[in-house]
């Protein structure tokens, strides 16, 4: 089970830290996806790390936002900066739970989804 944290509602260039948690699996050793799904927009697959930690960022995020491990305390957080009001969204972690070294940003490649927690960015 993954479940989504530290979502809420933000100022335009404020940040926010996102928590993708799981219990009964141990997310170091699987690729993890982070996605988000804006009002009457699809899906978009905007960053992910590899069990190497290799990571990936859509070109919407890059150099905003920073996905990252924290093995002791079995969890994926996605920090976000300079928030603008694009960035409104529901955003969802995901695993993927068969082998496999390297992520992609889509979302078929994962299993199993978190519930998604609200990013609501206005001024």
């Known amino acids: 089970q993954l479940v989504v944290s530290g979502g809420g509602s933000a100022q335009p260039g404020g940040s926010l830290r996102l928590s993708c948690a799981a219990s009964?699996?141990?997310?170091?050793?699987?690729?993890i996806g982070w996605f988000r799904q804006a009002p009457g927009k699809e899906r978009e697959g905007i960053s992910c790390?590899?069990?190497?930690?290799?990571?990936r960022y859509a070109d919407s995020v890059k150099g905003r936002f920073t996905i990252s491990r924290d093995n002791a305390q079995n969890t994926v957080a996605l920090q976000i900066n300079s928030l603008n009001p694009e960035d409104t969204a529901v955003y969802y972690c995901?695993?993927?739970?068969?082998?496999?070294?390297?992520?992609?940003?889509?979302?078929?490649?994962?299993?199993?989804w978190g519930q998604g927690t609200q990013v609501t960015v206005s001024s």
């Open positions: 995901a695993v993927r739970t068969t082998v496999q070294a390297a992520c992609i940003m889509t979302g078929w490649f994962y299993d199993f």
């Open positions: 009964g699996l141990t997310l170091a050793s699987y690729p």
């Open positions: 790390i590899g069990i190497n930690d290799f990571t």
